[in-house]
């Protein structure tokens, strides 16, 4: 490993570093990969700046163990070595100057409190962002605007390029896709820059050092520039922002957008975001691998399945290759159940005037025993002081389902945003669960039906005041018996 030389320092480092640096350069382990540099740091005295120090103002010794540090490549899991130096090799170096200048190396000048400052693209990004934490908005905006479009994707590039953000710079502090005027604004000023990036990109990720999401510039700059999208680039195909996606989507040739679209599905973070890339975008890029891969995503993704289902098809219209698949899932799924809310109430709406009866309490403590793990008193469940660490108050709603005929068959209590108990009508047997907005259910065809009920009895439950109006009239007597036609119809349970 390389921390091994270290025992043998070369002159051009020990003549600038004092004895305690020295001591202890020779204690770090090769074996140990995430060393704490602090006794290096100290032993020079390095400056503990919150922004990060220029190199210029680095004394021999600091400027000495900031090279030494860089060249055995040191890495920490230290969040705060942004204040000190960058974490990367390659950014070390440039901002040290034994490589040449990257795109956060340039100069800029600005205002800051009234006084004009030169500083590198990085440092000058830090200080205003400081400014704006400590009450003055919009002193980033007003910088950012004064820098030519090109220089600021270059300095986008290189805080995006690796997994290790030099000197804690965000992924969107140059360039923010939700930035609507500035996604507008976008013309020819990648040309240049997004074909060389985007090898750079695939080359360190080919390393191993490259971030697992593609990021959204490098390919619509290469579109909005006209640029002819090498298929090698494909990889970088980002899916996150649907609008943008699209519009890169159209700009390639028919048969390369399927591919395209997966590779950028499969690099995703979730496959719930996945699965509703794909829904969105399907119309584009029909592709049978794409909608293969979005129906694999259904089993890890919130919400019932069947629902799911039905929107890829909706997504595949006109594409009965596509929707063959979506009928092969379905033949796959057990009969489905139809459950319809028939109460609802909005317990934390209704505050000190809410009313439980024993049945009530009595699933309330199960939920609260589920939900903490432990059984807790009904008053602390029931606190009205919403910030009470055990109280359920504060998002508390109530459901009531009844299966095909109209019967009351289960009883749902959503509370802490997410989370929630649903219980066999009248009983204390929970029959489902809902985690992070996901109902978790062993048996899949109850699981579908418990979703898409939750999902869909806010909806479900003000139909009937859209209906009693014009039923106050006696010639409106038909449509009654109409509306209660329409129940039937969930037959499927029957088969």
């Known amino acids: ?43 020079v005295d390095y400056p503990n ?57 340039r100069e800029y000048t600005f205002t800051l409190a009234g006084a004009q400052r030169t500083e590198p693209g990085w440092r000058a990004l830090k200080l205003l962002r400081d400014a704006e934490d400590g009450g003055r908005k919009g002193q980033v905006t ?23 953000e030099p000197w804690g710079l965000g992924e969107r502090d140059f360039f923010d896709p939700q930035d609507k005027q500035l996604v507008a604004a976008l013309r020819d000023e990648g040309k240049t820059w997004a074909p060389a990036y985007a090898d750079q990109w695939l080359a360190v990720r080919a390393a191993g ?14 579109i909005r520039a006209k640029v002819r999208i090498e298929q090698r680039w494909e990889v970088l195909m980002p899916v996150g922002l ?3 996606t699209r519009e890169i989507l159209e700009a390639l040739p028919v048969d390369r957008r399927g591919p395209a679209f997966l590779l950028g599905l499969q690099q995703m973070g979730h496959p719930g975001w996945a699965l509703n890339a794909a829904k969105a975008l399907l119309p584009v890029a029909p592709d049978a691998g794409v909608m293969a891969y979005a129906i694999e995503c259904i089993k890890s993704s919130v919400g019932a399945e069947r629902a799911h289902l ?18 092969a899932a379905r033949g796959k799924r057990p009969p489905p159940i139809a459950l319809t809310t028939t109460t609802q109430r ?37 606190a009205l002081k919403p910030d009470h660490e055990q109280s359920l108050r504060a998002v508390l709603r109530y459901r009531a389902l009844a299966d095909a005929k109209g019967k009351h068959v289960y009883d749902v209590w959503e509370f802490a945003g997410d989370s929630g108990s649903i219980f066999r009508a009248g009983t204390t047997t929970e029959v489902a669960a809902i985690i992070q907005g996901d109902v978790e259910c062993d048996d899949a065809a109850l699981k579908d039906a418990l979703a898409m009920a939750v999902a869909q009895s806010k909806v479900k439950a003000k139909a009937p005041a859209k209906t009693k109006a014009p039923a106050k009239a006696k010639a409106k007597a038909p449509a009654k018996t109409k509306a209660k036609a329409k129940t039937p119809k969930a037959k499927p349970k029957k088969k």
């Open 142 to 164: 007003a910088w950012l605007a004064t820098v030519p479009v090109a220089e600021r994707l270059a300095m986008f590039g290189q805080v995006n390029l690796s997994a290790s």
């Open 346 to 382: 909005d317990v934390a709406q209704e505050g000190a005037t809410a009313r439980f009866s024993k049945i009530d309490e009595a699933q309330l403590l199960a939920a609260g025993q589920a939900y903490f793990g432990k059984k807790v008193p009904l008053d602390r469940l029931l």
């Open 1 to 43: 490993m390389a921390y091994a030389f270290a025992m043998k320092l070369p002159a051009t480092f020990s003549k600038h570093l004092p004895p305690a640096a020295i001591a202890a350069i020779r204690k770090l382990r090769p074996d140990n990969k995430y060393p704490d540099i602090g006794p290096l740091l100290a032993a």
């Open 310 to 327: 039905d929107a890829l098809e909706k997504a595949a219209k006109g594409h009965p290759e596509l929707i063959a698949l979506v009928d």
């Open 242 to 244: 649907h609008t943008l």
């Open 49 to 105: 700046d919150p922004v990060g120090p220029r190199v210029d103002s680095l004394t021999p010794a600091q400027r000495a163990m900031a090279e030494l540090i860089t060249e055995l490549n040191i890495e920490t899991s230290n969040n705060d070595i942004d204040q000190w130096m960058p974490r990367r090799r390659a950014d070390r170096r440039s901002w040290l100057g034994l490589d040449p200048p990257q795109p956060l190396d």
């Open 209 to 222: 050092e490259g971030k697992r999401s593609p990021p959204l510039w490098p390919m619509l700059a290469m």
